[in-house]
């Protein structure tokens, strides 16, 4: 049983900056690719970022690229969300995603390809 703990989240000024993280427990998921969604209040669910197993493929939306980090460190399994110059816009609850994929080099853009959720953090961004 895969389980995926997020932290980080608060409550920040626009422009200021967070960093997520997201830690695993119950196997090994250096093989997976990671995904960070988001939802805010009313909204769907949206892929914010992601990377795949050995980190050399990423991917970001177009809200948030140039401004959002993604990265992981599969030794200490965990994967990192750096925000940075935060919109009130980015205000949602930041979900932690794993895929049952196995060391593959591809971006998986949609929720149900991933099998394994975190709680979500609530990020606010005040103006």
């Known amino acids: 049983q895969v389980q995926l703990v997020e932290s980080g989240g608060g409550f920040v000024q626009a422009g200021d900056s967070l960093r997520l993280s997201c830690a695993s427990s119950g196997r090994t998921w250096g093989s997976s690719t990671m995904g960070w969604f988001r939802q805010a209040p009313g909204k769907e669910l949206i892929l914010v970022a992601a990377?795949?197993?050995?980190?050399?493929?990423?991917y970001y939306g177009d809200s948030v690229k140039g401004r959002f980090t993604i990265s992981r460190d599969n030794a200490k399994n965990t994967v990192y969300l750096q925000m940075n110059s935060l919109k009130p816009e980015d205000t949602a609850v930041y979900y932690c995603?794993?895929?049952?994929?196995?060391?593959?080099?591809?971006?998986?853009?949609?929720?149900?390809?991933?099998?394994?959720w975190g709680q979500g953090t609530q990020v606010t961004v005040s103006s």
């Open positions: 995603a794993a895929t049952r994929s196995h060391y593959s080099d591809s971006i998986y853009y949609i929720a149900s390809e991933y099998a394994y």
């Open positions: 990377i795949n197993w050995g980190g050399g493929n990423t």
